[in-house]
């Protein structure tokens, strides 16, 4: 035998599990399934492995198999908490690492135990926490960005402070802001987080500035202790971008300790086909898993292409259970106009943070205004 | 007006460039074409955008629209060299962050000048020192992979050295392997480093061993820095998992100063459909501009779904004029056997390295011949 076959793993140990949806007749689907079990563990021919605990536990297990819709099928496959080895990035790994290179699969959803789960701290503030910060009891969110791109950073300051004036709770750089020379980032932050909080003393509320710390490996962190120091509330990253894991790393820093917001960019190729993650797994479970206060993706509706049922399942995502970690908000973006509140609130209920950038210029020839009546909408929408 | 609509960009700045194919009709196709000037660059509405240069210079601008096929179109996009601020991260923010949301829009090809280019140091070996390295002159390189997950480290140790005995060249660890209870990584990494130093020693060969080093973001760097203490000749890394800008980093990190080797897991949703980026820009020309000096890919033929035509294209972007980017190895693998070199190094030639993993155990029951008959035959084939 070419292998002696031991390992160290004596006793069983506790089980993650992952829905997909994989495509094909029952045969294909079901063969799909075995190799999935092999390849995202051992990715070894199964004759080779030795008989005992490898065989036993490490490689995957398929729970459930049923039939979806035609021609697709679910499954629920568990394996070994231990070989994700307490890693977000193992841990995705094993969920689609390599079977993101073969056709017709889909992680539909995650259902991963405490003793995985207490590996991660996730989100920080969590709905109640942010709400807390942001001194809004009930009512949804509003949130908006500063661009275009091009801007001075004086520029987009004052576009900061109409936005604060006016009463917009969350006010995110644009996620194409990092480091160009026409605003850069240390210069930008410092200005913008200056404006709002000048504002802040002006109404007595409670808005934040938040700023992309999007960057390289080196300078992520670093941009986030400096949005803290120059008095940001907040910082957005585009894990698709960074790696999901730079956002666990960021959410879970204690001398950053600030909401973390997760933009979708980059991450669309993972949901765009029959081959991916599911909308609910990716933008709901995993970007609160690693630990980000909000989820930012594209709303019904707008210039993207997700559906209504597609965000109301990252919603869910959002919020069911998932052991000690608290839910977040949904950030229905892409597109959102003033004129697309009322539908939407109807779809997230007052738990939502409406991201409206663009939308908010269109309304009338004065910023502040515009927000008064984002603001006002809001309210009066979800009493 | 209300954007003031002055900015740094006081002198025309240099483009880069991106081809993408469209799908849709004519009509449609340059609608997309037109959305994507403004979607990577200001996402904003196009009449609120003062005259000047932001207009002239950050929104992007078609370059060329050709039809290519039936229901699709070839367009270059330029975009100024200053959006991208000199980062990976941004870079490929502007190539492909908020439309990786859209659909029917996939990255073709990237062509970018020296003013960009010079921001990164790419492959720090390139083909010929990583050659040098391996004492390999001619033939293409003989790469294997150490599993299952769940043997021990001294029983992939046990592999390692056997591997090296037989004359394997690289040696890298499973990317399933990563700090689990059944093999720690620095035991894990200090014992296969040993195994194949050894072997070296009596061979008088020059393989290496390849740690993989994918991990969060704080132990990445340490596992890498560990990899070069306890003697590993490379490192492995999923940029998919930990973001193209870690592979970035660890490539041009001075204290490292290995080979970097790239895998594909979790990348694959990218080029799995009519969305995303073709095989070519990303396990060709972006995992190059990271400083990879192998890009490992499912070959065709093999378990996974990649046609002989992709796996060319890779090839093609591993070595085609990229600035002062050195050229690099394409490294087939995925269910690769003895049995598919004869036809692969038709297609590749010599330049390339065959990553065969399990099909190395199917040869026979002793891996050192296994490893051997490999060697033999991947030299008589080259010569």
């Known amino acids: 035998m070419l292998l002696s076959g031991y390992s160290r793993l004596s006793v069983p140990c506790q089980r993650f599990r992952v829905t997909y949806r994989l495509y094909g007749d029952q045969k294909e689907a079901y063969t799909k399934a075995k190799d999935i079990c092999l390849e995202q563990t051992v990715e070894f021919p199964e004759e080779f492995i030795p008989e005992g605990l490898i065989k036993e536990q490490i490689i995957g297990q398929i729970e459930s198999f049923e039939s979806y819709a035609e021609n697709s099928f679910l499954v629920v496959i568990s394996y070994a908490i231990d070989s994700a080895a307490s890693e977000l990035t193992q841990l995705l790994n094993v969920v689609f690492g390599n079977i993101s290179l073969k056709p017709g699969i889909r992680v539909e959803h995650l259902e991963l135990p405490d003793a995985l789960l207490q590996n991660f701290k996730g989100p920080r503030f969590g709905r109640a926490g942010l709400r807390k910060l942001l001194e809004v009891e ?204 009322p539908e939407s609130i109807k779809v997230y209920g007052n738990d939502v943070a409406f991201l409206i950038g663009g939308g908010l210029f269109k309304q009338g020839p004065d910023l502040i205004e515009n927000s008064r009546y984002f603001r006002a909408l809001v309210t009066k929408l979800s009493e």
């Open 138 to 341: 009930k009512r949804p969110l509003l949130f908006t960005a500063l661009k275009p791109m091009g801007l001075t950073s004086q520029e987009l300051a004052k576009l900061a402070y109409k936005f604060a004036l006016g009463g917009i709770d969350i006010i995110k750089d644009d996620h194409g802001l990092s480091n160009q020379p026409f605003s850069p980032y240390e210069e930008r932050t410092s200005l913008c987080a200056e404006a709002v909080n000048k504002a802040n003393q002006e109404t007595g509320q409670h808005s934040i500035y938040v700023a992309n710390i999007t960057a390289p490996v080196h300078e992520v962190m670093k941009r986030a202790l400096t949005a803290k120091a120059v008095g940001a509330g907040g910082v957005l990253i585009s894990p698709g971008l960074t790696g999901l894991d730079m956002l666990r790393e960021i959410a879970e820093d204690d001398r950053v300790a600030l909401p973390v917001i997760s933009h979708p960019a980059f991450l669309g190729s993972y949901v765009m086909g029959m081959s991916g993650i599911s909308h609910h797994a990716l933008f709901g479970q995993i970007v609160r898993l690693a630990g980000a206060e909000g989820t930012i993706y594209p709303n019904f509706g707008g210039r993207f292409s997700f559906s209504r049922a597609e965000c109301e399942s990252i919603a869910r995502g959002t919020v069911i259970p998932m052991g000690n970690l608290k839910p977040i908000f949904p950030c229905p973006a892409g597109g959102m106009s003033l004129a697309s509140v």
